[in-house]
């Protein structure tokens, strides 16, 4: 049974930072592309970054660009997302997401994921 399981949310002050980890259990980890995905209240659910399965790829959405770096670490089944200058915008409940993917491939619709962790919260206040 494959579970993704996120920590590291919280309240920060606006330009403060955090870091989020996503650890995964029961799948190959070295395998599955990973994302992370954000949710504002009242929004749909939105992509931010995703890494490929041996971590050679990275893109990030144009909100995030230069502020936030997603990482993994194969020999801990661990992603990480660490988020600086944090803005009040930024505050949603985020999630991680895997997906079986090649070498190098990277998705970013949420549509091609087939794991998500429960989520956890981000509040970054002005």
């Known amino acids: 049974q494959v579970q993704l399981v996120e920590s590291g949310g919280g309240l920060v002050q606006a330009g403060g930072s955090l870091s989020l980890s996503c650890a995964a259990s029961?799948?190959?980890?070295?395998?599955?592309?990973m994302a992370w995905f954000h949710q504002a209240p009242g929004k749909e659910r939105e992509f931010v970054a995703a890494?490929?399965?041996?971590?050679?790829?990275?893109v990030y959405a144009d909100s995030v660009k230069g502020r936030f770096t997603v990482s993994r670490d194969n020999a801990k089944n661990t992603a990480s997302l660490q988020m600086n200058s944090l803005k009040p915008e930024d505050t949603a409940v985020y999630y991680c997401?895997?997906?079986?993917?090649?070498?190098?491939?990277?998705?970013?619709?949420?549509?091609?994921?087939?794991?998500w962790g429960q989520g956890t919260q981000v509040t970054v206040s002005s």
């Open positions: 997401a895997a997906r079986y993917a090649g070498f190098r491939v990277i998705y970013k619709d949420d549509d091609d994921y087939h794991y």
């Open positions: 890494i490929s399965s041996r971590g050679g790829v990275t």
């Open positions: 029961g799948l190959t980890f070295s395998n599955y592309a």
